[in-house]
Structures are given as C-alpha cells and as structure tokens.
C-alpha cells in the first residue's frame, strides 16, 4: 500500500498525536484567560492606590447620579451615612422617603453636573455641585417636562470604615427644585 493512501495520511500526519495538540491547546487558552483575569485585577487595584481620595469622592458623586437617573433607591440610599442630618431637619430616614416620593412623582430623570469642585481633610471632605435636573411629571393626569434651574448645593463626606458616606446635604442657592414633600 503506498503512502499516500493509506488510512493515517487521510486523518493526518501519523506522527502528530492530534488529541494531545487539543489538550495543549485548551491549556494555552486557560493560562492566557488566568493571566488576563489577573492583570485587570491587578489593574483595579494598581488604579485604586493611586486615584487618591479625591477621585474616590467624584466616584461616589457619579454613582449617586446614576443610581438617581436609574430610579434605584437602594444604590442611591448607600451612599447616605447613617449619621446623615441636615439644616432642614432631614435625617436618613426621612431623606429616604423623599428620595422615594420623588422617585414615585417622576420619571426620565437626567441630571447634568455643570461644575464640581472638592475639598478634603483627614476623614471629612466637601464637594460643590452646580447641576441642573430635567425629569417627566407622573402624578396627575398631565405628563409635563421640567427643567430645574441651575442649582448649587454643598454634599459634607465623612469617612466611615474606610468608605466615603455623606453626612449632610445643603443648598447654597436656594431653589425650588419641585420635590415633592415628605408625609
């Protein structure tokens, strides 16, 4: 029988075991997977030291935006200290039901932070926000649009078992945001 017919020519070259070549194959693709998931570890955490705590607090500034345009009252309620008072004579809870009334009241909301700025001590910290809202009115029979003004108000952090939660909320100008009210 000559070479070129025979039935190992037709499956491939009889000196290359094709089954251990898969094995080594896959074992390539879970090394190059495990290296991978490591590095972006290792990324996170690399960019984690050295963001500093100023990016940390823009962080949580953003996230709170997001969890509020989402509607999502636990996300945004997390980032409340339970400590949290006001000069209004909100506390967390009470904050939470407003939150939650606002959430019930509209729909669509966009918030657009014009200007941040940040100012840290040791465990406490200070952001400025200038912001303007646009949501969509539920209650009623009419769906209206509103657009807020633009609104300035001051968010106090305090660090609390190494997160940054927000102890008071005040607003520097302040404006009718048409919230609705707390019962």
Same mark, same amino acid.
């Given at each position: 029988?000559?070479w070129? #017919?025979?039935?190992?020519?037709?499956?491939?070259?009889?000196?290359?075991?094709?089954?251990?070549?898969?094995k +080594?194959?896959?074992?390539?693709?879970?090394? $190059? !997977?495990?290296v991978?998931? $490591?590095?972006l570890?290792?990324f996170?955490k690399i960019?984690?030291? %050295?963001?500093?705590e100023?990016?940390?607090?823009k962080?949580l500034?953003?996230?709170a935006?997001s969890?509020?345009?989402?509607?999502?009252?636990?996300?945004?309620?997390? %980032?409340?200290? *339970?400590?949290?008072?006001d000069?209004?004579?909100?506390?967390?809870?009470s904050?939470?039901?407003?939150?939650?009334?606002?959430?019930?009241?509209?729909?669509d909301?966009?918030?657009?932070? #014009?200007?941040?700025?940040?100012?840290?001590?040791?465990?406490?910290?200070?952001?400025? +926000?200038?912001?303007?809202?646009?949501?969509?009115?539920?209650?009623?029979d009419?769906?209206? %649009? %509103?657009?807020?003004?633009? +609104?300035? !108000?001051? $968010?106090?952090?305090?660090?609390?078992?190494?997160?940054?939660?927000?102890?008071?909320l005040?607003?520097?100008?302040?404006?009718?945001v048409?919230?609705? *009210? +707390? *019962?």
């Amino acid at each position: 029988m000559a070479w070129g #017919h025979s039935l190992e020519w037709q499956r491939g070259c009889p000196y290359i075991d094709y089954g251990k070549r898969r094995k +080594v194959k896959r074992a390539n693709y879970i090394i $190059i !997977f495990i290296v991978i998931l $490591i590095s972006l570890v290792v990324f996170s955490k690399i960019r984690y030291i %050295f963001e500093g705590e100023e990016g940390r607090i823009k962080r949580l500034i953003y996230s709170a935006k997001s969890a509020t345009e989402q509607e999502n009252l636990i996300k945004c309620i997390s %980032f409340i200290s *339970s400590n949290y008072t006001d000069k209004y004579g909100n506390d967390r809870r009470s904050l939470l039901l407003l939150l939650k009334n606002a959430f019930d009241a509209y729909d669509d909301i966009t918030i657009v932070i #014009h200007k941040l700025s940040i100012s840290l001590d040791t465990d406490m910290a200070r952001a400025q +926000v200038e912001a303007t809202g646009v949501a969509r009115n539920t209650t009623g029979d009419n769906i209206d %649009f %509103f657009e807020t003004d633009t +609104v300035k !108000f001051l $968010i106090v952090f305090q660090k609390e078992k190494a997160r940054w939660q927000v102890t008071e909320l005040e607003l520097l100008e302040p404006r009718d945001v048409l919230l609705p *009210s +707390v *019962s």
